[in-house]
């Protein structure tokens, strides 16, 4: 599915940057998720937004600040990050949270996340 | 703790059969899902399985044993666009997927 969209595609920063990562989806879905992946580790989930609100945060610190104006547009800020937060974080959408099938979720093509 | 495990690494032939296997122990269970990743782009969905049984799609199909905490995906006719990562991930009694850590499959002329 090519229906979730992420920008930009690479990004360099600074540990005292502040950047943000948008995720847009054209599916009509109502739940959004965002995801760490690094290198020959399981996805991490970090938020999970269902019709606009944030429904979890799986002990994301700080410097990750989550925003979702609607149901098709997802926004992570970032700001203050650490080397080790260097990796391909993944937007993802479903029709809505918590019916079992109807959880398919659709991935974005990620940003590769560089920290220096 | 919930765990899914899977092999890092399979290399196969074009042209052969492949079996991923994927065993899992999570708490509670509402579904299995696979999904393929080639590099650098995004995991593209390939099935879910909720009964025991056979699931068959095309070249890709997917079993799941609920008992034995087990599914495996079979990949038949093997071709070198199939070389990818292959994700397990399972949606417990709280709908949140818990993911393994992938299989990257290496197809070999």
């Known amino acids: 599915e090519t229906g979730v969209t992420q920008t930009p595609r690479h990004l360099v920063m600074g540990m005292t940057n502040k950047k943000s990562l948008k995720c847009e989806q054209h599916?009509?879905?109502?739940?959004m998720y965002w995801y760490k992946q690094s290198a020959k580790k399981p996805l991490e989930l970090m938020f999970v937004?269902?019709?606009?609100?944030?429904?979890e945060n799986n002990s994301v610190p700080s410097r990750f600040s989550p925003e979702c104006p609607n149901s098709s547009h997802l926004f992570l800020h970032l700001h203050t990050l650490q080397p080790e937060d260097s990796a391909l974080y993944l937007c993802?959408?479903?029709?809505?949270?918590?019916?079992?099938?109807?959880?398919?979720?659709?991935f974005g093509p990620g940003t590769r996340l560089l920290v220096l | 703790g919930q765990n899914i495990d899977q092999p890092t690494e399979m290399t196969a032939t074009e042209g052969a059969i492949v079996q991923i296997n994927c065993t899992y122990q999570?708490?509670?269970?509402?579904?299995l899902f696979w999904y393929q990743q080639h590099a650098g782009e995004a995991p593209t969905f390939l099935s879910y399985?909720?009964l025991d049984g056979l699931e068959e799609k095309g070249r890709f199909s997917s079993f799941l044993s609920r008992s034995k905490g087990y599914s495996y995906l079979l990949l038949k006719e093997l071709q070198m666009k199939d070389s990818a990562s292959y994700l397990c991930?399972?949606?417990?009694?709280?709908?949140?997927?818990?993911w393994g850590a992938g299989t990257k499959l290496i197809i070999k002329p």
């Open positions: 993802a959408s479903s029709q809505e949270r918590g019916v079992g099938g109807g959880e398919t979720q659709y």
């Open positions: 599916l009509g879905h109502n739940a």
């Open positions: 937004y269902n019709f606009k609100e944030q429904t």
């Open positions: 999570t708490s509670g269970f509402n579904g």
């Open positions: 399985n909720v």
């Open positions: 991930a399972v949606m417990d009694s709280n709908y949140q997927l818990i």
